[in-house]
């Protein structure tokens, strides 16, 4: 029996070595809004009011280091803009504040931008096209691909 499709992620909550620094990366780089601040080791952070997409905390990972490579863990926390121009003003705050990009994506379904925050957890930011444009086979089966993604030309699409 498969789950109710209204179900949806509902935030992501990370360590973090550094709340400051964090912060710093998910409010002044991607401008989500700081909702609460607690004791100073964590912070709930959110969009158009909502309590929290993301939690950050430092309650057994102040200083720590990222896992090594080839551990289990996180692979990336998605965030989904609402459409091609936001995806676009994403792109813009991230090359302004130098952070590097790790790849570009167009799944056929979404086009997708994948960086890493300062903890090196994997983000991707990504905007979905709409069902009516998704790649199909002759069977109807979805056909998602990893075609490259013109950054320019999306960086153009900025507000």
């Known amino acids: 029996m498969p789950i109710d499709p209204r179900v949806h ?22 401008g989500f809004e700081v909702q609460q601040i607690s004791a100073g ?11 929290h997409h993301i939690g950050l905390n430092t309650w057994e990972s102040a200083g720590g280091t990222p896992p090594p490579p080839g551990h289990t863990g996180l692979y990336h926390s998605a965030f989904l803009y609402p459409s091609r121009a936001a995806l ?10 130098g952070i590097p990009i790790d790849g570009a994506a167009d799944h056929g379904v979404s086009e997708a931008i994948y960086l890493r925050d300062p903890d090196n957890n994997g983000v991707e930011l990504y905007r979905d096209r709409p069902p009516e444009e998704w790649p199909r086979t002759a069977d109807g089966a979805l ?11 999306l960086l153009a699409e900025a507000p």
């Open 88 to 97: 676009a003003d994403a792109l813009r705050r991230v090359t302004e504040a």
């Open 143 to 153: 056909a998602m691909g990893n075609a490259p993604l013109d950054l320019r030309a």
């Open 41 to 51: 080791r964590a912070a709930f952070l959110g969009a158009g009011g909502y309590h």
């Open 9 to 30: 992620v509902g935030h992501v909550h990370l360590k973090v070595a550094d709340l400051d620094r964090a912060i710093g990366f998910y409010s002044g780089v991607l």
